[in-house]
T-cell receptor, first 112, second 114 residues
């Protein structure tokens, strides 16, 4: 079945780069996503990548996809205290109507 | 509206009672999804609608859970005979259609069963 795994915590200093990693099991996934959740808030779509791409850059965010290893990463350049949140990786299995399978989330703590 | 709207934002109910949670998707979005997020976990899929019909309800945990979308816009998630284990944040999302890659989430309804 589908499964998405993430490490639970990451702590970085302000101004450093953060790299959040994710592995998934469904090789047929169409899209892979990164969502951000701040305390008490809903999920904010940060970025997504189509499964036939290996990299996508959007301002401070870089997504890398290694389809062979089923590994997805999110790099945040020049991390700010406002980036402190929980980051969820998600996959969209092929032909399942946009349903998302989420990981447990990685809590990013940015220290000044 | 500008985004996905969920009401109420918080609901406290007694064990055994019936509750309804409402979701107003982004105008024009034909696909609507319900997820449940327990403390410290990622959201888990419950059900999705394409238009008025439930296209996939495989995530509903048991027959106490039911959802409707009678006019293809607003959806209601209904939980009968609530149990303490139903306590969670219930999230709704919508997308332009079932193949559109971008799904937008509401703020969620925090359900507490006491």
């Amino acid at each position: 079945g589908e499964d998405v795994e993430q490490s639970l915590f990451l702590s970085v200093r302000e101004g450093d780069s953060s790299v959040i990693n994710c592995t998934y099991t469904d090789s047929s996934s169409t899209y892979l996503y990164w969502y951000k959740q701040e305390p008490g808030a809903g999920l904010q779509l940060l970025t997504y990548i189509f499964s036939n791409m290996d990299m996508k850059q959007d301002q401070r965010l870089t997504v890398l996809l290694n389809k062979k290893d089923k590994h997805l990463s999110l790099r945040i350049a020049d991390t700010q205290t406002g980036d402190s949140a929980i980051y969820f990786c998600a996959e969209s299995p092929y032909n399942q109507g946009g349903k998302l399978i989420f990981g447990q989330g990685t809590e990013l703590s940015v220290k000044p | 509206g500008a985004g996905v709207s969920q009401t109420p934002s918080n609901k406290v109910t007694e064990k055994g009672k019936y509750v309804e949670l409402r979701c107003d998707p982004i105008s024009g979005h034909t696909a609507l999804y319900w997820y449940r997020q327990s403390l410290g976990q990622g959201p888990e899929f419950l059900i999705y609608f394409q238009g008025t019909g439930a296209a996939d309800d495989s995530g509903l945990p048991n027959d106490r859970f039911f959802a409707v979308r009678p006019e293809g816009s607003v959806s209601t998630l209904k939980i009968q005979r609530t149990e303490r284990g139903d306590s969670a944040v219930y999230l709704c999302a919508s997308s332009l259609d079932r193949v559109a890659p971008e799904a937008f989430f509401g703020q969620g309804t925090r359900l507490t069963v006491v």
